[in-house]
């Protein structure tokens, strides 16, 4: 206390000081050494200080707040938890629909429904989300293969920049058709494989082809030759069809990881065993979300999902693999868009700037499976 009193003392001296030296030289500059020019000298044309305010009565000591009575901490539970689990924010927005949030992220869970969206992006859970026990929760399998590779996105560690694209169908087998216009999807997959193609090239990369013509290639022949490639990444490219033929649009599809359904299949909780493309569940989930993204926003057509499936052709790869479907070649209109190169190269393009800044942003582990 004795310090604050002296500190009064000088502050009365010095203000006395400057409320003369404004009487004196309103018209001159102040001759102050420039050191103590900003504590000395109050600006000039600035009210006269109130010197009586500074006579105040010096304030009492703080007294420290009593603390608050304590609530019991009431355990998080449900999707609270699971959030919290993994450093995300969770909340109810109101009409069915949740947010679960973390870093630029945001899943959007709608109750009782297997469809949610990555920032914007449709994602097919496992299992619908549901409320047990009073509290709506994700189902292990969703919060272990869809909210934790979703919110944490997966290092892309890769065994080298290999590509290997694969055109589906072939030969013997055409894939879907559309008989109006000619097509058959096996032509259009190669079509956009052999143009993705050409643009990795020009960028630098070594890409592989599962074949480059018209001929059937086995199925388990696929993932053969991506792993006999040393392939960093697997790409499948394939065309669509319905019998809805309001169906349209476009998806792209990982290997179901265990124990979960896959996305075109209601049999919650499938105990199949795991593959050797399992070894890559989350970096599928965020490779293929990247890109689904990437599609649905260069190509602007319906953005049908980042889907599940145990496609025999992604089940034994030993490096991530994913498999796109393009586009319906039995929609009215999107059928005749397929049919244009100009739509065929923007597909490719959209195709190779995904993987582009995939392999960009990739740490390259030769021994990484
Ligand atoms: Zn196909």
């Not at 009064?8 to 001159?28: G, I, K, N, P």
């Not at 869809?146 to 894939?175: F, M, N, W, Y």
């Not at 039995?330 to 392999?359: C, D, F, M, W």
Request: aromatic share 6%; net charge negative.
């Amino acid at each position: 206390m004795r310090a604050a009193y002296c500190k009064l003392d000088c502050l009365l001296v010095v203000l006395s000081s400057a409320a003369f030296f404004l009487c004196s030289c309103q018209t001159q500059p102040a001759k102050v050494p420039e050191s103590n020019a900003a504590e000395a000298v109050p600006e000039i044309g600035t009210e006269t200080p109130r010197v009586e305010s500074v006579v105040a009565t010096p304030e009492p000591e703080p007294v420290p707040p009593l603390p608050e009575p304590k609530e019991p901490a009431r355990p998080l539970s449900g999707i609270f938890e699971q959030a919290n689990r993994i450093g995300a924010t969770a909340q109810a927005k109101g009409d069915g629909v949740w947010l679960i949030e973390k870093g630029g992220r945001k899943l959007e869970l709608t109750e009782q429904s297997r469809m949610a969206s990555l920032n914007g992006i449709v994602v097919f859970l496992n299992e619908p989300f549901l409320e047990k026990e009073g509290a709506f929760v994700l189902s292990d399998s969703d919060f272990e293969y869809t909210l934790r590779p979703a919110l944490e996105p997966a290092e892309i560690v890769l065994r080298s920049k290999v590509i290997v694209i694969d055109p589906g169908h072939g030969g013997a087998e055409p894939g879907s058709e559309n008989k109006s216009l000619s097509l058959l999807e096996k032509d259009l997959n190669l079509d956009v494989s052999i143009r993705l193609q050409k643009l990795l090239e020009d960028n630098g990369y070594k890409v592989v082809l599962t074949r480059y013509n018209d001929r059937l290639v086995p199925l388990e022949d696929r993932s053969r030759i991506a792993n006999r490639s040393n392939a960093g990444i697997f790409l499948s490219i394939h065309f669509n069809s319905a019998l809805n033929k309001e169906a349209s649009g476009i998806e792209t599809y990982l290997l179901t990881p265990p124990e979960s359904a896959s996305s075109n299949d209601d049999a919650i909780g499938s105990s199949e065993t795991s593959y050797s493309g399992n070894s890559f569940d989350s970096l599928n989930f965020e490779l293929g979300f990247r890109i689904q993204s990437r599609l649905i926003a260069d190509l602007q057509r319906e953005d049908r999902g980042l889907k599940k499936a145990r496609f025999k052709v992604l089940k034994d790869l030993e490096c991530p693999g994913l498999l796109v479907e393009c586009g319906f070649l039995s929609h009215g209109k999107e059928a005749p868009l397929i049919n244009t190169p100009v739509y065929r190269q923007k597909l490719a393009e959209s195709l190779s700037h995904s993987l582009t800044s995939i392999l960009m942003s990739s740490q390259i582990v030769p021994t990484a499976r």
